[in-house]
């Protein structure tokens, strides 16, 4: 079952490429159930302090506009989180249903959120995938972006 968006619904016309009806906004607070849902459904896998919730209010405390959602009619169908600390650009928890995929929604949102980081002075956007993803390694290299050289490392603060 698809989570459906509560809110009016603005018609949008499809840039070229993504479908009829898709609009990209911001999240909103109502939308908090619908992501948790979809990021339960897409990132089954998630670490145990990965709890979309405590994800979600984290992020509204920092650069809450670069949160986006993707919406196809009522139902809503996609995210993107991103940042921007000055040097780099980085985008989080892109995440499509998957009776949605290969449709354009998740290029949409990666093409949203790099404007968005663009307009910022952005001048270079991270992102990290799971090694042996290879069905979204091939997303993002199509995309543009390219795999580098280096460790990603990480220390859990709380």
Known sequence: MLPRATT?????????????????????????????????????????????????ARKLTVQPDLFLVACLDSSLVGTAMGGYDGHRGWAHLVAVHPDFRRRGVGAGLMRRLEEALGALGCPKVNLQVRSGNETVIEFYRKLGYTTEERVSMGKRLA
């Open 8 to 56: 009016a619904r603005t018609p949008v016309s499809a840039p070229r490429g993504l479908p009829r009806g898709l609009e990209i906004r911001a999240y909103r607070e109502s939308d908090e159930a619908l992501v948790g849902r979809l990021w339960r459904a897409v990132f089954p896998e998630s670490s145990g302090w990965n709890i979309p919730e405590q994800d979600i």
